[in-house]
Antibody
Framework: QVQMVESGGGVVQPGRSLRLSCAASGFTFSYYGMHWVRQAPGRGLEWVAAFYGDGITKEYADSVKGRFTISRDNSKNTLYLQVNSLRAEDTAVYYC?????????????WGQGTLVTVSS | QSALTQPPSASGSPGQSVTISCTGTSSDVGGHNSVSWYQQHPGKAPKLMIYEVNKRPSGVPDRFSGSRSGNTASLTVSGLQAEDEADYYCSSYAGSNNLIFGGGTKLTVL
């Protein structure tokens, strides 16, 4: 069955970096757009970044543009999010989510999330 | 872009129907068909319930339905069941390759 498992979260000081990973299985990874969505503690969902199914196009929310970089390795069925210059407001559970297709912005499968806490 | 506007809470008794609204603008909810709804139970990942305004993914009960009027989308849950108690989020394409979510609605089954 379709499964995504995120890893790489943790406690990090402001200004530092982390790389989040999302290992996917149960589907042809390269065919699908993949996204990162985050949720601050007790708050709502926020779309962060997308890597379309064309294998080329990447998009970012304005709040993370220039600090976060999404990438994917189709040979390893893995999605990444490099998060730099972390701020307190980046504290959240980060979910990877599969697009319904190449790029529909509908997410039909989600991982369990990885928690990033930015604190000194 | 600003978040879509949802009521913070909604409630209904078992068997009743409840409707949750999601208000945006002509640049998002009213201007695109990429309007979706997600259900999230505490401590769990969200689950897609409705996409493209009114389509249900396979496995989602037909008690869940979506609609739109102007700049407001709605999720209706009919025949409320205890397991429907959860947070519900709407989302919409907002142009310029951006997606925005609503603030979420906590649905309580009385």
């Amino acid at each position: 069955q379709v499964q995504m498992v995120e890893s790489g979260g943790g406690v990090v000081q402001p200004g530092r970096s982390l790389r989040l990973s999302c290992a996917a299985s149960g589907f042809t990874f390269s065919y699908y757009g993949m996204h990162w969505v985050r949720q601050a503690p007790g708050r709502g969902l926020e779309w962060v970044a997308a890597f379309y199914g064309d294998g080329i196009t990447k998009e970012y929310a304005d709040s993370v543009k220039g600090r976060f970089t999404i990438s994917r390795d189709n040979s390893k069925n893995t999605l990444y999010l490099q998060v730099n210059s972390l701020r307190a407001e980046d504290t959240a559970v980060y979910y990877c989510a599969r697009d319904l297709g190449w790029w529909t912005l509908d997410f039909d499968s989600w991982g369990q999330g990885t928690l990033v806490t930015v604190s000194s | 872009q600003s978040a879509l506007t949802q009521p913070p809470s909604a409630s209904g008794s078992p068997g009743q129907s409840v409707t949750i609204s999601c208000t945006g603008t002509s640049s998002d909810v009213g201007g695109h068909n990429s309007v979706s709804w997600y259900q999230q139970h505490p401590g769990k990942a969200p689950k897609l319930m409705i996409y493209e305004v009114n389509k249900r993914p396979s496995g989602v009960p037909d008690r869940f339905s979506g609609s739109r009027s102007g700049n407001t989308a709605s999720l209706t849950v009919s025949g409320l069941q205890a397991e429907d108690e959860a947070d519900y989020y709407c989302s919409s394409y907002a142009g310029s390759n951006n997606l925005i979510f609503g603030g979420g609605t906590k649905l309580t089954v009385l």
